[in-house]
Nanobody, 121 residues
């Protein structure tokens, strides 16, 4: 199973970027997909999360109203549309998935390799 992100880059404050993540491999089911980020010297933090069990979406307070997460359940993808970006949004963004592989009985946590987002003032 692999989670592969794309779409990072550099942008000026107030600009927009769109991140995408695709999960591939022998996947039987995906429960949660999310985006986390980690800035230099800081702990990894949740940005946005979608849960298929109850179709809920949650955002960190710092991105509410600016970021939009969407998920395509048929394609096992999640995207993050980031608008009105601020310098404090600069971080490595990671895709996360909690999923069940085919022929396995336990759910597992999987991470992408991360993609850099840099916002300049």
């Amino acid at each position: 199973v692999q989670l592969v992100e794309s779409g990072g880059g550099s942008v000026q404050a107030g600009g927009s970027l769109r991140l995408a993540c695709a999960a591939s491999g022998s996947i039987f089911s995906i429960n949660t997909m999310a985006w986390y980020r980690q800035a230099p010297g800081k702990q990894r933090e949740l940005v946005a999360m979608t849960t298929s069990a109850d179709s809920t979406t949650n955002y960190a307070d710092s991105v509410k109203g600016r970021f939009i997460v969407s998920r395509d359940y048929s394609k096992n993808t999640i995207t993050l549309q980031m608008n009105s970006l601020k310098p404090e949004d600069t971080a490595v963004y990671y895709c996360y998935g909690r999923l069940l592989e085919t022929l396995k009985v336990a759910w597992g946590d999987y991470w992408g390799q991360g993609t850099q987002v840099t916002v300049s003032s």
